[in-house]
């Protein structure tokens, strides 16, 4: 080999090797959002050479742009409504799905109507804030991490500060009062399904780490408010009756204890939870693909999507610990992957979907089920079908920037 051609492959190598670690340092470290992707896309717009995702970020930011002119900042202490504890640091909700009864005078007890959600319900603010925090603070810090604007550092930042650090305005970390139901109690475990996003919080902050408004003291902050609040759902009476769910519910605790474990480095909490997600593939989940417990529902297509998207973001969460739960079978053969298959004929047309379904089909939760398998399982076959239920949720600048 000549000097020329020895010159030419060594400046090769440091140009790989730059390259590789430009791309490693820019690796954000989330833990549902697929760090690698997001660079990779970051990286691709500055280049500018991909016109679809250059219009999909201008698109986001435009939305980004209109949050922070909103200026709307969220609080547990914004309800007028003070809870059984005096506190109105505490969250506090009623049960979506229990209305007076009409036989008694007082309406009391409540009385349920699955899928019916009681207007009522909207007189206590926690939820729907806590639910538009979440959104909000999800939009602006990935806002942030593509343009490293620190109008959106400042504007995520301090929506973080006000629901979980800020003396004043914090909310407490439990959720004893949570879906209470009038007349029969003041909290349930199933009020916990209402803090099932919380994963999404914990990605926004890592993707603000490194804007000068959001601080290594304030993530300590947050990591000691997830501690609590992981504390709380494995310690308290309301916890642990949430954790013996046998539908959603229970597919949705075992969320929040991986990805809170995972904030907090607390991988051994995380890795025994996973345990507790296999039993419940193999008690939830028929051989065929099929989903009783959430098929017997009023809403039976809504949750059937809502309770499979909890197992994928648990797969997801696990390969933060290098666990394997795309491939996961159990010994009677149900498994996540047969989950998504089972949905497949339906949305093809090949199936009608005859299961009680008191409200019209929607297809945008299913689209992100089917983004997500695509990836997962590498089939392309899901992201075709993806793309013919639902061409606008698919084409999303969400989905164009973090897929």
């Given at each position: ?31 549902v959002f697929n760090g690698e992707v997001l660079a990779k896309n970051q990286k691709i717009l500055s280049e500018g050479k991909d016109s679809e995702k250059v219009?999909?970020l201008k698109t986001f930011l435009a939305h980004a742009d209109k949050i922070v002119k909103k200026g709307k900042f969220y609080s547990v202490m914004d309800k ?289 089920i089917l983004k997500i398998a695509a990836k997962a399982y590498v089939n392309p076959a899901y992201e075709d079908l993806a793309k013919k239920i639902d061409a ?12």
């Amino acid at each position: 080999m000549n000097l020329i051609n020895s010159a030419k492959i060594f400046w090769i190598i440091v140009f790989l090797c730059q390259n590789y670690l430009f791309f490693a340092q820019n690796v954000p470290k989330t833990i549902v959002f697929n760090g690698e992707v997001l660079a990779k896309n970051q990286k691709i717009l500055s280049e500018g050479k991909d016109s679809e995702k250059v219009n999909a970020l201008k698109t986001f930011l435009a939305h980004a742009d209109k949050i922070v002119k909103k200026g709307k900042f969220y609080s547990v202490m914004d309800k007028t409504i003070v809870p059984p504890s005096g506190d109105k640091h505490d969250y506090m909700s009623q049960a979506p799905y229990w209305w007076p009864d009409s036989s008694k005078p007082n309406g009391l007890p409540y009385i349920r109507r699955d899928g019916e959600r009681n207007p009522e319900l909207n007189k206590i603010s926690d939820h729907e804030e806590m639910s538009e925090m979440i959104e909000d603070v999800g939009t602006i810090a990935l806002a942030y991490y593509f343009s490293k604007d620190e109008k959106y550092g400042q504007h995520a930042a301090r929506l973080l500060k006000t629901w979980f650090l800020d003396k004043e305005t914090r909310q407490n970390p439990h959720l004893n009062f949570g879906q209470g139901i009038p007349g029969i109690n003041t909290g349930r475990g199933i009020g916990i399904i209402e803090t099932r996003f919380l994963y999404q919080v914990i990605d926004a902050a890592i993707l603000l780490r490194g804007s000068k408004n959001w601080s290594e003291n304030d993530e300590k902050g947050l990591k000691k408010w997830f501690s609590d609040y992981l504390k709380w759902l494995i310690e308290s009476p309301i916890g642990k009756d949430e954790s013996d769910e046998h539908n959603n519910h229970g597919t949705h605790y075992d969320v929040q204890i991986i990805s809170l474990a995972l904030f907090t480095e607390q991988p051994e909490i995380a890795k025994k939870q996973l345990d507790e997600t296999k039993k419940r593939i193999k008690s939830q989940f028929q051989a065929d693909g099929s989903q009783p417990h959430e098929l017997a529902r009023t809403v039976s297509w809504g949750y059937t999507n809502m309770n499979l998207l909890g197992f994928l973001t648990i797969a997801r969460l696990a390969e933060n610990l290098k666990i394997d739960l795309w491939q996961f079978e159990t010994d009677d053969a149900k498994s996540i992957k047969k989950c998504v298959d089972w949905l497949v004929p339906f949305l093809k047309n090949e199936k009608t979907w005859t299961h009680k379904q008191i409200k019209k089909i929607t297809y945008e939760e299913t689209v992100k089920i089917l983004k997500i398998a695509a990836k997962a399982y590498v089939n392309p076959a899901y992201e075709d079908l993806a793309k013919k239920i639902d061409a606008e949720s698919y084409q999303s600048a969400i989905y164009q920037l973090t897929f």
